[in-house]
């Protein structure tokens, strides 16, 4: 296994993300940059946290399929929200398009980003 989830009996457990985790030895880390809601052309797919959440972690799985790896690949996720996003759309947007694949994560409540209309913008570190 490349990722290992690690979730310790001392600390709260959450079945959305992991406590830590552990990536084997050798691996090569490849880091994703800010992924945002827009389209292949730039364009900001919608004004709500929902539709910018999905296309912001479809972004991200494509740069992942992009070397052959998946959401299993990834060993910390930063998920940096604006005051204005609802991190409840936030949630649903990653439970369909994440799935039950949970890492270490963090969430952030930003002032802005930027693009004054970006609510979201996701980045990660992958292990293959």
Excluded: C
């Excluded at 709260?12 to 389209?39: E, K, S």
């Excluded at 292949?40 to 790896?69: F, H, K, M, W, Y």
């Excluded at 996720?77 to 949630?91: K, P, Q």
């Amino acid at each position: 296994m490349v990722v290992i989830k690690i979730n310790t009996a001392s600390v709260h457990r959450n079945v959305a993300f992991a406590q830590g985790t552990l990536v084997d030895p050798g691996r090569r880390l490849m880091f994703i940059g800010g992924q945002n809601g827009v389209d292949q052309r730039g364009r900001i797919v919608g004004a709500d946290t929902l539709s910018q959440t999905r296309q912001a972690l479809r972004n991200l799985l494509a740069v992942l399929a992009e070397v052959g790896a998946t959401q299993e690949n990834v060993a910390k996720m930063t998920v940096h929200l604006t005051e204005s996003a609802d991190l409840s759309e936030a949630y649903a947007a990653s439970a369909s398009e994440w799935g039950q694949h949970p890492t270490a994560v963090t969430v952030l409540r930003v002032a802005g980003l930027a693009n004054p209309e970006f609510l979201v913008e996701i980045d990660a570190v992958a292990a293959l």
